[in-house]
T-cell receptor, first 110, second 112 residues
Framework: TQLLEQSPQFLSIQEGENLTVYCNSS?????LQWYRQEPGEGPVLLVT?????EVKKLKRLTFQFGDARKDSSLHITAAQTGDTGLYLC??????????FGPGTRLSVLP | DSGVTQTPKHLITATGQRVTLRCSPR?????VYWYQQSLDQGLQFLIQ???????AKGNILERFSAQQFPDLHSELNLSSLELGDSALYFC???????????FGPGTRLTVT
């Protein structure tokens, strides 16, 4: 059974700070996705990474897929209160099975 | 807007009752997933369908059942409801099981 672990579980920071959250597994994934979920709403897809070592940037967010395709990180520069939410990573293996991590709950304080 | 629709948005019912949640996937998506999310918890995978056939099962209770119809919409049936079934229920869809999922807005179920 594949498992995706995310760390930290909770993170509370001040507006303007930088942060990195991690997604790790012992399994290899064909692709990995990051989602952000706000309270009471459905998760929203932020990015998909498919190539080992790939780095993708979306404004202040930088996503990296590990060389071995087993882990990923999300770095946020100069966090804003609007970044508050639950960040979920999800991976698809080569058997076309999809698994979600438990999430990192980020709180950005003004 | 993800293109995935769910109805109803809110549902309040009593213990022991039965409800049906409905999901219409994005146009062209063949795979549908159901998730349960209790307050401040992560997503609990319930069940997946692909092109009308059940493909994977997660922690779905025997009181719960689902199906995907020929037009690809899906329904999740919850019966003999208990207080602990109160949660947000999300439907997601994807082009194939290996593609990224797009989530609907969810149905908030309250069992009193």
């Amino acid at each position: 059974t594949q498992l995706l672990e995310q760390s930290p579980q909770f993170l509370s920071i001040q507006e303007g700070e930088n942060l990195t959250v991690y997604c790790n597994s012992s399994s290899v994934f064909s692709s990995l996705q990051w989602y952000r979920q706000e309270p009471g709403e459905g998760p929203v897809l932020l990015v998909t990474v498919v190539t080992g070592g790939e780095v993708k940037k979306l404004k202040r967010l930088t996503f990296q897929f590990g060389d071995a395709r087993k882990d990923s990180s999300l770095h946020i520069t100069a966090a804003q209160t609007g970044d508050t939410g639950l960040y979920l990573c999800a991976g698809a293996d080569y058997g076309q099975n999809f698994v979600f991590g438990p999430g990192t709950r980020l709180s950005v304080l003004p | 807007d993800s293109g995935v629709t769910q109805t109803p948005k809110h549902l309040i019912t009593a213990t022991g009752q039965r409800v049906t949640l409905r999901c219409s996937p994005r146009s062209g998506d063949l795979s549908v997933y159901w998730y349960q999310q209790s307050l401040d918890q992560g997503l609990q995978f319930l069940i997946q369908y692909y092109n009308g056939e059940e493909r994977a099962k997660g922690n779905i209770l025997e009181r719960f059942s689902a199906q995907q119809f020929p037009d690809l919409h899906s329904e999740l049936n919850l019966s003999s409801l208990e207080l602990g079934d109160s949660a947000l229920y999300f439907c997601a869809s994807s082009e194939t099981p290996a593609h990224e999922q797009y989530f609907g807005p969810g149905t908030r179920l309250t069992v009193t």
